[in-house]
């Protein structure tokens, strides 16, 4: 029964995609936001596609740090995750299961959605820039294909995080502090503050500076792990395998059990200078500097017990970024250019655990067992403990010149040329702890092939990644916007890419009491040469605008997206079985088709908002991953694997009921199948089937009651959120039914003069929700919120 008022709740609110960023007016009525999801600064309301945005306001209501607390209330958004720094995100349905963070750089497909901060798109496989929401003026959302503006990886849609920059009006700072319980877990903690200093009429410096402390909830019990026949078949091969009388020795985690042990931090700061040169042109540039970092795991074990996990090798993230950023924007005439441009370094070091490998790694018994000898008439199966430590560094150098005519004439323009340099390199690092007592010797990179570190690595590395992926692409893009009428405006758009990626380095294996190269140089071996691989095409926009009156309009949109192809490790060695192709030394784009029909919508005396479309979705050529070490390779590899269509509808409302009651809204359904299966390698679910990750239905719905108590403000907010079961994986033998669930929230606050107090409880009814099941670590784990979380909040602003 509550379960079904929730659900009618989120149907009725169907009507809430995102918190709708709006605030209230001293009138009557809503007063939306300016957004530059057309890099132009408009009116929401006036902006001919589909945005959804949460302003300043709505991000400090909801309790909004990090990106998998701003999903929460983006219906059309999802994460495929398991943790801080290690989500991908889907939109509109568009979703594939993620690669493992273990090879997201050696391995990984760029994101079918882009993640921009500010100007700079901060993409990256399988570990999406996790920027904390300090001083942020909002986040904006683009549904659908963006190609045209914001490039590749835009295939599904582009999230934004628009930072607050310094203003010379008038000084302004303030902070916030604030703690929290979560049930049967460790406290958390975070302090907050910004400053906005104008240092003349015409130079102003900002700076945003946090601390944020997250306590663990998952505890690490005590285990003990055994390689077993039954499970691994490699394990019971009468070839490869183990004779009966095999010993075996277990696994122990002793030294690693702990409670809560999956706490997480983020501290950084961000430093602005903003300096108006004239009446026409001014200079911006940023710094944002942010150390992210988090132990344990954020999944959990169903067969070990709720929020528990036996886990025997250490856990443990650190990812730093600084991003120095750059914009000089002024008019020529009538004429705006815009020259913005910046560099992010980003260094990432994780260790995990890997002993689950046992259970479907090709070749265990090799590297974990001993052989019979004249002295030894049995096998013994050593320590089967293994792990994962991985260095990787990226660095971004973005660059876009674009001119936009007066957005007032009824022939308008914007365009202009980009470039971006984007390297991972990337140091895979995989322990298995018996080598070493084997006698396998320290393994040296392949001698002659692009490597980063060129020594040698610590004994019980069994096997490495040396690999440096750079991609280098150019683009120039337009859009010309055409005023037929008062009423109905036309829009074209067109983006012409190039792109140049290369894959260099080495995959290395350590062989028993031998020196030796042995692996794969990526510039000689398996069809791999030292040239890289070029692609180039044009993709399209058209959209067509009809404002019915001052407070309607309507539009339809034809767009495209795409995202890049590139080389697989193990293309062109022959697959371990004959009844299966081997893997292509590289695989192509995959493309969308993207049309949609959409309204936006101002009503009832300015008092409703409602916005929605409808889409229809071709997605040709999908990338999927696959690690199928019995059949085809012990390297993971891509393909070009199916086709499938989307049908779909998302919406927005925001309502003031009365002067102190207003309910926001949001929902999406996706329709999402299965077409056609070109796979040669994977084995993938049949046609007809949904895409992974995607619940068909999802919303939420906010109540928030605003009143006066003398010289007090006081307020209380309630939220729901509904999303129906989905499914974890688009290959067949990994695909598992996720639960749907549903999340309530609430919170009741006080302010008054320059000082406000909240408190909150987030997850209310200890709900746990199955957002991603995954065997990533060969182990069944499920990806959850956090439990229920009861938090005071204290904030301090001054004008």
Known sequence: MFQRKLVACAVLAALSGAMPAVAQTEDSGLEVIEVTATKRTQNIQSTPVAVQAMSEKDLKDNNIGNFDDFVRYMPNVTVGGRGPGQADVFIRGMAIQPITVMLSGAQGTSPNVALYLDEQPVTAPGRNLDVYATDLERIEVLPGPQGTLFGASSQAGTVRYITKKPDTSGFEAGFTSGIASTKSGEMSNNVEAYVNLPLTDSLAFRAALYSVNKGGYIDNVAGEFTLDPAINS???????????????????????????????????????????????????????????????????????????????FPDKLRDEFSQTSWTTKGFINELEIVYTGAFL???????????????????????????????????????????????????????????????????????????????????DDYVYVATTELGFVPNAPISGAKNINPNARPAGVAFFNDITRTEEQIAVFGELSYDLSDQLTVTAGLRWYEIESDFAGSSNFAEKGVDGDSGRDYDAS??????????????????????????????????????????????????????????????DTDDVTNYEFGWKAMLLDNTLRFNGNVYFIEWDNMQVSRFDPVNVSILTFIENAADSEIRGFEGDFAWQATDNLTLFGAFSYNDTELTSVNAQVIEMAPIGSSLPLTPEFQGNMRARYDWEIGDYYANWQLAAQYAGSSYSSIVASERQKQDSYHLLNASVGVEKDNWSVKLYVDNLTDERAELFINNQDDILRVSTNRPRTMGLSFSYSYY
């Open 234 to 312: 490699q394990v019971a091969d009468s070839v490869k395998g183990l004779p009966s009388d095999t010993t075996y020795t277990a696994a122990n985690n002793t030294d690693l059990i702990e409670k809560d042990f999956n706490d997480s931090f983020y501290k950084g700061g961000r430093f602005g200078v903003k300096y108006d040169i004239n009446a026409d042109w001014e200079l911006l540039v940023q710094h944002t500097q942010q150390e992210l970092g988090a132990d344990g795991v954020f999944d959990y074990d169903p067969e070990v017990g709720d929020l528990q996990v036996q886990r025997y």
């Open 345 to 427: 370094d980003r260094e990432v070091e994780q260790s995990i655990d890997y002993t689950g490998y046992n259970n479907g790694g090709g070749y265990i018994p090799w590297y974990t067992c001993s052989y019979a000898s004249d002295e030894v008439s049995h096998r013994e199966c050593l320590d089967p403990t293994k792990g994962f430590k991985g260095q990787q560094e990226q660095t971004r150098l973005t660059q876009e010149l674009r001119i936009a005519t007066d957005a007032d004439k009824a022939l308008r323009f914007i365009g202009g040329v980009f470039y971006d340099d984007f390297d991972i390199e990337t140091q």
């Open 526 to 587: 398996g069809g791999h040469t030292d040239e890289p691989l070029k692609i180039n095409d044009t993709i399209a926009k058209f959209n067509i605008s009809y404002q019915m009156n001052d407070d309607v309009m309507l539009y339809a949109t034809y767009s495209e997206g795409f995202r890049p192809g590139g080389f697989n490790r193990g293309g062109g060695i022959p697959s371990a079985n004959p009844d299966f192709p081997d893997v292509q030394v590289s695989y």
